[in-house]
């Protein structure tokens, strides 16, 4: 039986342990505290707490059984907390197939508008991206010290149900901030976890994969789609410099480049559910519908 282990289950590794739970896997789960273990227990889902300070128990026991592990966790300043707490569970894990790191395409940085993809050099300009670095070189340095097939994904913006720009147009807190030249890259759930599932099925040790729709998009293109699919009038623009944004809104716009999905096209064979904000802003907001008429 495949067993999937995911330390942190947030947002995206729900939707991924979810599908996966659906095909028959076992699935255990970790988070930070233990009312969210029991939110999730009230899901289906197996758990655990693990704060990344010390080794979780349970999720040890579980690493016995493991095929395959989804490592969501964020790094903190002294490193990658899985790697601190379960290096050795993960080396002696006699099943194990496929460990999955998930990261950021933050880690490119800055690029003026250009294209990126995984051969470009590293520029990391956050913290944030500095430490996602550094944990990416620590698995990857797992992977070849253990033999285990460990595989880096670089996310871009997470959209999906309950999250992103149909969600902010929704509550009232859409902006269209306007800076000339400025796109980000971005990635419904979905797609995300097919992505995963796909690499599940060719397992390539040291293989790096940028996980991005087909279309980088001015954000304020993006918000007016948003309303649009409610019905709404869409926010005003703001510039960029009147926006007020904080130290860390300003460093996303410090931060403009087109990342290129071409590997996971070309080497996983996916084809994306949502190439671009369009379907997956059109398929929300028809899920929104549904259920309005529903209840």
Excluded at 73 to 94: E, M, S
Aim: with cysteine.
């Amino acid at each position: 039986m495949s067993s999937l282990v995911c330390f942190g289950l947030g947002y995206t590794a729900q939707v991924f342990a979810g599908r996966m739970a659906a095909r028959g896997w076992r699935v255990h789960g970790t988070a930070r505290s233990a009312e969210q273990v029991g939110v999730l227990r009230a899901q289906g889902f197996e758990m655990s707490v693990f704060t990344g300070e010390t080794p979780s128990g349970e999720a040890r026991e579980a690493l016995r059984q493991a095929t395959h592990v989804l490592v969501s966790a964020a790094p903190g300043k002294t490193g990658d907390p899985v790697l601190a707490c379960h290096a050795g569970d993960l080396d002696g894990a006699q099943n194990l197939q496929w460990i999955g790191y998930l990261s950021t395409v933050g880690v490119y940085g800055d690029h003026g508008g250009a294209r990126v993809d995984e051969g470009t050099p590293l520029n990391p300009k956050s913290e944030r991206s500095v430490l996602r670095v550094a944990a990416e070189e620590a698995w990857a340095e797992f992977g070849a010290n253990t033999g285990k097939t460990v595989q880096i994904f670089r996310l871009a913006g997470i959209y999906g149900p309950g999250r992103g720009p149909l969600e902010k147009v929704r509550r009232g807190k859409a902006r269209r901030i306007v800076k000339p030249g400025q796109v980000f890259n971005r990635v419904h759930v979905e797609d995300i976890a097919g992505v995963l599932e796909a690499s599940l099925l060719r397992p390539n040790a040291g293989a790096i994969y940028n996980v991005t729709d087909n279309e980088p998009a001015p954000p304020q293109d993006v918000m007016a789609y948003a309303a649009q699919a409610l019905g709404v009038e869409a926010p005003p623009e703001v510039a960029f410099e009147d926006a007020g944004l904080s130290p860390l809104g300003r460093s996303f716009y410090g931060e403009n480049k087109q990342v290129s999905n071409a590997r996971i096209r070309d080497e996983l064979g996916v084809k994306l559910a949502y190439p671009s904000y369009r379907e997956g802003i059109a398929a929300e907001a028809a899920a929104l519908a549904k259920r309005s008429t529903s209840s």
